[in-house]
């Protein structure tokens, strides 16, 4: 969008866009036309005209390119929750839950992501999640969403800061270095790569993304080894720990076997959700993509192979090469956030490979670290969001010179401060009930996605628009998505069941619950407030800002034929070896 925005001048006013919506797209009636007018005379907020976000001085820039997108996808959808967090799932649930709850989700989370980037591609809005739904289905929907997923990013970054801060007392104990040391160094070293545009930080998470992606490549090639019997104990293990001791492990606490066995299915639901978190950020990253309809499309396709590939593969071998009821697993599930926490780790000592515990413990690192970095950005740009829809200060939504959101960005790394409660070890089981908050949020996004491009289809349909016209449109549907919206309302409600096991834990109930009624005062509270209705589906506007991105399309097939061009006449460049060898991958 940017490209057909730096070609006009920099003065041009926002009702000059609207008068373009208008002109190209033949939608004038008179309710536009009445929303120019009053913009024009200055009666309208250019908040509530949905353009706060294209004018100079609040505008982001569009600087990720493809590769960028496609591994910001990736890298969200790889970390802790696979390294470590499959651990206390196989401990408690065994192989065939674990392989099958993942998977499960996998699918639902791949779902999310279409109808996500069916609605992002359309129209790509630099307030993200909250600006869709307000747009497309509800203002309070929208409230709601926006700052929820805020709430998120503001307890995930400080706590992927903290993680990092044990994972290096692996190699030197707090005794020598205070955690807080380490937590500085985090901080500085993420709100640098943040602070210098967006282009900075695209480069930084590629990279990173790519070595989550190899270490993941690695380990299931390791776990492969292993189970054929190729480790140092030439053990062939196959599928022997699925007979002995078992596929399921009947869930601690839970009279009948059955029962219990289906128990930890839905245990390792909850697992896995927590693990696919943070894979719909492509939502929030598409405001700074270049050419979305191209770039976006093809993330979200990747998506589902590579769920395939580094959750269900990776899950699969690790319930073949460590039993459930493994001492060091055991053990590993009550560590904390370093290589002693890893599953991992513990195949790897069953098949006495030595040493590999510090390379492991080396790549816990740079998932926690790039994870912290893209929570930061997340956050700040959540933040802006709202700014931009005038659900928060509106000097949040300003921009610096390299089109970052500085305001915001300040209040996000401001937050990081809460990773400090790490140095004192009496705040930190306080902290890590806070944290449990972050997996319902994450929850409550999904959902209020799903009930986005429900609206979002319902208006395309009601204003006769066929989505054979779309540049990507959602697999299974409708279906697909109350399908999914289904399973996802289902897991919201039963995620901290536990707390009702052996006793009520009133600690997990409040902070696995908390979620749910903060998003319902948030909706009801807009509603009461700001007398917020439901969009009826032909009144839903489809079509402000539309042209710029059917301009950028447009812009983006003229470049790529001109490519394909150089490339019949022997120019090859270094875009065509990456699109032709390692695309696919990275």
Known sequence: MTNSLDKKSSQQTSQDFYYNDVEKNGFSNDQQINQINEYSNGELDPVQSNVLGVQEGYRLKKHLKARHVSMIAIGGAIGTGLLIGSGSALSSSG??????????????????????????????????????????????????????????????????????????????????????????????IILLINIFGVKIFGEFEFWLSSLKVLIVLGLIILLFVIMLGGGPTHDRLGFRYW?????????????????????????????????????????????????PRKSVPKAIKLTFYRIIVFYVCSVLLLGMCVPYNDPLLINASKASTSANASPFVVAIRNASIGKLDHVINGCILIFIFSAANSDLYIGSRTLYGLACNGNAPKIFAKTNKYGIPSYALAVCTAFCGLAYMAVSSSSQEVFSHFVNVVSIFGLLTWISILLTHIGFTRAMKAQGISKKTLAYTAPFQPWGTYIALFWCIVVCFIKNFTAFINGFNYKSFITGYIGIPVYVIAYFGYKIIKKGKIHRPEDVD?????????????????????????????????????????????
């Open 542 to 586: 489809l079509f402000t800002l539309k042209n710029f991105i059917d301009e950028e399309e447009e812009q983006g097939k003229i470049d790529e034929a001109e490519r394909k061009e150089r490339l019949k006449n022997g120019k090859k460049d270094l875009y065509w070896f990456y699109e032709t060898f390692i695309g696919w991958l990275f």
């Open 95 to 188: 192989p065939a839950p674990l392989f099958i709850g993942y998977t499960f989700v996998g699918l639902i989370v791949y779902q999310v992501m279409c109808c996500l980037g069916e609605i992002a591609t359309y129209i790509p809005l630099p307030s993200g999640f909250n600006g869709y739904a307000e747009r497309y289905a509800d203002p309070s929907l929208g409230f709601a969403v926006g700052w929820c997923y805020l709430f998120k990013y503001l307890i995930v970054t400080p706590n992927q800061i903290t993680a990092g801060a044990l994972v290096l007392q692996y190699w030197v104990s707090r005794d020598k270095v205070n955690p807080g040391v380490w937590i500085t160094i985090f901080i500085i």
């Open 243 to 291: 007979n002995e001791p078992g596929a399921f492990k009947p869930f601690k606490g839970i009279g009948g076997e059955d029962k219990a066995k289906f128990v930890s299915f839905v245990n390792v639901l909850v697992t896995a959700v927590f693990a696919y978190s943070g894979t719909e950020l492509i939502g929030v990253t598409i405001s700074e993509a270049a050419n």
